[in-house]
């Protein structure tokens, strides 16, 4: 495994309960409306959520029918998931294989950013072949205004986390060679912790 993607597992592992209590908050201060809207306008109900962390977004597409696989490199993540009753594979995201035209949807919130730059656009053309035609892909990332690399904080001490930030333009550019844009749109969040963040939210329909 790429260090990098180690150190950003080890800390997801290392600090679960504290990652999982921020995901809650994500989902209720910027998450939830977007995944509303997803589950509204999905066309079938196969669902692979790439990254799921402890599958808040899954648990949520679940209880509206749809049928959901979470894909996550934490272990620990992964057990939440289990624990909630969800249908889970731990391994990465680069690595995982699918038959093409698998998925009527695919869900990656705030995941694909903890890949280098130069490994995300092979990610989408994967993630593309897995949809079906017409399929929907949610996708959200973070424009923070700052280099990539290794972001460190003191709440989760002894750990960094790889990230990669994009402007609204790079993401278009990034998704066009394989999707139209549904809708796009920005959402800024001081979250209870008092962390600004700049959430950008596509949903994309695979050409």
């Known amino acids: 495994m790429d260090p990098y993607k180690q150190a950003s597992m080890d800390a997801y592992d290392l600090h679960t309960s504290r990652f999982d209590a921020k995901f809650d908050e994500h989902f209720d201060e910027s998450g939830q409306y977007f995944a509303r809207e997803f589950a509204k306008i999905i066309i079938g109900k196969k669902v692979l959520d790439l990254g799921s962390g402890g599958g808040q977004y899954s648990l949520f597409f679940k209880e509206r029918g749809l049928d ?3 894909v996550d490199l934490s272990n620990e993540m992964i057990k939440l998931c289990m624990k909630k009753g969800l249908s889970t594979t731990q391994g990465d995201m680069e690595e995982i294989q699918y038959d093409p035209h698998t998925f009527d949807g695919v869900w990656a919130y705030c995941s694909l950013l903890h890949l280098r730059r130069e490994k995300i656009s092979p990610m989408i053309e994967k993630i593309a072949r897995w949809l079906k035609p017409s ?17 460190i904080e003191e709440k989760y001490p002894g750990t960094k986390r790889w990230f990669t930030y994009f402007t609204p333009s790079q993401v278009e550019e990034m998704v066009r060679p394989y999707f139209d844009v549904i ?3 920005t959402k800024e969040v001081i979250g209870q912790s008092g962390n600004h963040y700049t959430f950008l939210n596509y949903l994309l329909k695979k050409r």
Do not use: H, K, T, Y
């Open 68 to 70: 959901v696989q979470c």
């Open 183 to 185: 809708s796009g749109s």
């Open 135 to 151: 399929g929907l892909f949610g996708l959200a990332l973070l424009n923070n205004n700052e280099p990539d690399g290794f972001r």
